[in-house]
């Protein structure tokens, strides 16, 4: 997969466009200002802002600089080559700015406090299956991906490693949305949360690692694959052996003519 391939642009405009849907199913409970910042003792609003530019507005603005990041992506060689990680990551950040603006306005103005913590887990878990997901089709390179020395060292063990990683990443980011949910409804310990959820980082970044290093000594790399003859290209080549071997024939005749000539004036002589 290309960095700036369709999959990718549809994730990233999938993900500007899934908090503006949330907030047309809550747009009844939403307060027409939506609270934007509270006091860290008090909560007490600090500032708002209007409901149409938080729910529709911010969200249509954010896939805008999104397609217009992965269609300069894609096509850089038009813009002077511009720096494809500085593009990738832009097209990145409009998702994850909305989701996070528009999550911390809609927990603050439905008086969702006690929550936030769970619901920022949740939206880290669908982070983390968008990663996963990249990772299932991402080419070798030294830009992005789960890279280890012993990946980057076939294109055999770079396909195993980043499918590792990807699905690790898939069922991890499942993982945090449900544990996200459920302690949304079954208030427990902060640290108990933490604990689960730091387990899980752990298991999806560590295992990959090691399953890249054993490919790497067990799984046989593909043999180069030969190039494809042009039929175009093979005419040429008969026709310069032809065309030689015609040559080499005329000339060893005209020598044979040239030494009886020789022979001959000897002869006379």
Known sequence: MRLFGKLTMVFTVALCVIPAIVGIVLWDKLPDEL?????????E????INKIFGVIIFPLLMVVVTVIAAFVGRH?????????????????????????????????????????NDIVFFILGIIFMCIGVSFLKVYRNWRYGYRTPYAM??????????????ILFIIGGFASCFEGLWFMFNPTEIMTFVVMWVATIVVVLVIP??????????????????????????KKQSYKKTKISSNSG???KGNAGVQAIKAKKKKNQ
């Open 45 to 48: 609003p600090l500032d708002t």
């Open 76 to 116: 850089r060689e038009r813009f002077n080559n511009v720096n494809d990680k500085l593009m990738y990551i832009v097209t990145w950040l409009p998702c994850m700015m909305v989701f996070t603006m528009c999550g911390t306005w809609y927990t603050y103005s439905l008086d969702l406090r006690q929550v936030q």
């Open 209 to 234: 690692y090691p399953v890249s290093i054993i490919a790497y000594h067990t799984v046989p790399e593909d043999a180069p694959a030969k190039p494809s003859k042009d039929p175009e290209q093979e």
């Open 250 to 252: 005329n000339s060893s």
């Open 153 to 166: 060292g076939g294109e055999n063990n770079w396909r195993i490693t980043q499918t590792t990683a990807g």
């Open 35 to 43: 609270i934007s910042s509270v006091t860290a003792d008090t909560f």
